[in-house]
């Protein structure tokens, strides 16, 4: 029992949590879609809500003319090749497989990318059957003929969920990053049952739901607040483990964000504004 109740399931996004960049760009670049239109195309789609936070990809993969002539399923795997990861997620893998202080966990990788995409950028990382993306049905030339299921938004949820039933785990034993607004579905619904999110990016829509926030160009920089959290280690220990496994945390900041926009009131101008502050020094005087 008290091995059971010591299991987790460690979740991740992808794209710009485990890598440096997105893969729509790169895969925008390598077909020869100029990386501008891909933005344009791409902001536009979020802008007005025609798709889920982080499926833009797949959307333009299925109904762009100029991606559906160019990009055939080997493009996608090159993208894997070519994308930068952080560094260190071979070492977070093994650490959170093998076990911490008497905790294991699952590590998976949920991401709104083209499945094929994930498994060729993390191969010999993480195991092609932890990795749940966005899956397409192709035509015997390779071009994309129908989406299969996009693990976008809600989609993250309904996966883990899955992951749940079948690893007998309860909801408050999942361990959730992510850096951006398709990741907060997923954080709202893990934050509900007492489990842990953690935002590797300073983006007010996902630092303000994650647990916890780290900023690392490493991915075992997770394992701070994951150890912290759930094992209850103090920061000496977390050091050691890191130096133990020929690592050193050389700077470790804890800051508070507040994160404000700030304008004049309806009622009155900036100039208004003024004048009542003059007034005030005045009654003071």
Not at 103 to 118: G, K, R, W
Not at 163 to 187: C, F, N, Q, R, W
Not at 227 to 251: C, D, K, P, T, V
């Amino acid at each position: 029992m008290a091995d059971i109740l010591k299991k987790y399931i460690f979740a991740s996004d992808f794209d710009q949590t485990l890598t440096f960049n997105d893969s729509g760009y790169v895969l925008a670049e390598l077909v020869g879609i100029p990386t501008e239109e891909f933005a344009r195309k791409s902001k536009g789609m979020a802008k007005i809500n025609l798709v889920q936070q982080g499926a833009e990809l797949a959307y333009l993969l299925l109904h762009d003319p100029e991606f559906r002539e160019k990009v055939r399923k080997e493009h996608l795997r090159e993208v894997g090749k070519r994308i930068r990861l952080k560094s260190d997620i071979k070492l977070l893998y093994q650490l959170l497989d093998t076990g911490i202080d008497g905790h294991q966990f699952d590590f998976y990788v949920l991401s709104a990318a083209p499945v094929e995409i994930v498994r060729s950028a993390l191969e010999d990382i993480v195991p092609p059957d932890h990795i749940y993306g966005t899956e397409f049905r192709y035509k015997p030339s390779g071009e994309i003929d129908t989406i299969i299921r996009a693990t976008a938004g809600y989609g993250k949820v309904a996966v883990l969920d899955k992951l749940l039933v079948e690893k007998v785990a309860g909801p408050d034993h999942v361990v959730y990053t992510g850096d951006g607004s398709s990741d907060i579905h997923v954080m709202l619904h893990i934050n509900a049952r007492d489990g842990l999110t953690i935002a590797v990016s300073e983006a007010p829509n996902v630092s303000q739901v994650a647990k916890r926030t780290v900023l690392s160009t490493s991915a075992l920089a997770v394992l701070a607040p994951i150890l912290e959290e759930i094992a209850g280690w103090e920061r000496y220990r977390i050091r050691s483990l890191f130096e133990a496994n020929h690592m050193l945390i050389q700077e470790w900041e804890r800051v508070r964000t507040d994160w404000l926009t700030v304008r004049p009131a309806a009622q009155f101008t900036p100039e208004e504004g003024v004048k009542t502050e003059a007034k005030l020094e005045s009654a003071r005087t």
